[in-house]
């Protein structure tokens, strides 16, 4: 009979190893996937509760608002940009390739924040009553 550690390692930590750009942007994408459930849920929830958010966000001070906004736009804005990636591979099985999902990673990485900085900055600031 034996007799096992079950203190021994099988493996050596995964924190030596450099997590690759192509991990990471698949867990954000499956994150922001989450993100954007949940507040559509939220949002559906709270209307058929009678519950108005949207006079909750005026009431806000600004910080909250831009917090609220940077909350919302980021997770839209990658996992659409993800979804679109992810219709070019099933198009083009060609494209999904190490060097490409890398340069895709960053590129979607790069792109999201952009234009989160962009939407919120320039378009949400100026009157987003005019939006709803």
């Known amino acids: 009979m034996h ?7 099988v493996s050596p930590h995964v ?9 990471i942007s698949s867990i954000t994408n499956r994150v922001t996937g989450l993100g954007v459930t949940g507040m559509y849920i939220g949002l559906g929830s709270s209307l058929l509760f009678n519950k108005n958010v949207f006079e909750l966000y005026d009431k806000a001070h600004q910080p909250t608002k ?3 906004n940077y909350t919302i736009l ?5 996992h659409t940009l993800g979804g679109i990636r992810h219709f070019v ?5 060609k494209y999904l390739t190490n060097i490409k999902v ?3 990673s960053v590129a979607i990485l ?9 939407t919120e900055s320039y378009i949400l600031k ?7």
């Open 110 to 118: 790069g792109l999201s924040v952009i234009s989160t900085i962009f």
């Open 74 to 78: 980021f997770p839209n804005i990658y």
């Open 15 to 23: 924190q030596i190893y450099k997590f690759p750009i192509a991990a």
């Open 126 to 132: 100026k009157n987003i009553k005019h939006l709803f």
């Open 66 to 68: 831009t917090l609220i």
């Open 89 to 93: 591979w099933d198009k083009y099985p």
């Open 3 to 9: 007799k096992y550690n079950i203190m021994t390692k």
């Open 102 to 104: 890398q340069n895709t």
